[in-house]
């Protein structure tokens, strides 16, 4: 992700927000999309009515990530209080970097369809390369 080098914070803040939008966006679609589709089960469910194995860990893998992109959320708002360039350029790849391993594994439904969070999560990526793209024009 060498497009995102930006040597001044000032200019580096607008473009913080423009990914961190983009990223908050995730959010909620993932929310409405995948994690409350996911197929339902409970104690009494018998194993035929438990989603594959696969599914499982997918889903937890999902949710750690959101975790983690939370937790790079604070630290990238803590680089950028103490104006810190290299950790603000750190965290910020570090954060798309996360978002699109999110993104990567659910990209399509649970029964492994395309559907509308599928187009809409290849929409996303591309903004974001975009992004990325512009951003290493203005460094060269």
Do not use: H
Not at 27 to 36: C, E, G, H
């Amino acid at each position: 992700m060498d497009g995102l080098r930006i040597t001044d914070i000032d200019a580096m803040k607008g473009r913080v927000l423009k990914m961190l939008k983009l990223i908050r966006m995730l959010y909620p679609a993932l929310r409405k999309r995948r994690i409350s589709t996911f197929p339902p089960f409970n104690r009494t469910s018998s194993l035929e009515e438990l989603p594959p194995e696969e599914q499982l860990t997918l889903f937890e893998k999902i949710i750690d990530l959101c975790k983690e992109l939370s937790t790079a959320t604070d630290d990238l708002a803590g680089a950028l209080y103490d104006r810190d360039v290299d950790s603000v350029q750190g965290q910020l790849e570090s954060m798309v970097a996360i978002a699109k391993t999110c993104l990567g594994g659910v990209q399509k439904g649970w029964n492994g369809e395309a559907d509308e969070f599928t187009e809409w999560s290849g929409n996303w990526i591309s903004r974001v390369n975009g992004i990325i793209q512009q951003d290493g024009k203005k460094d060269t």
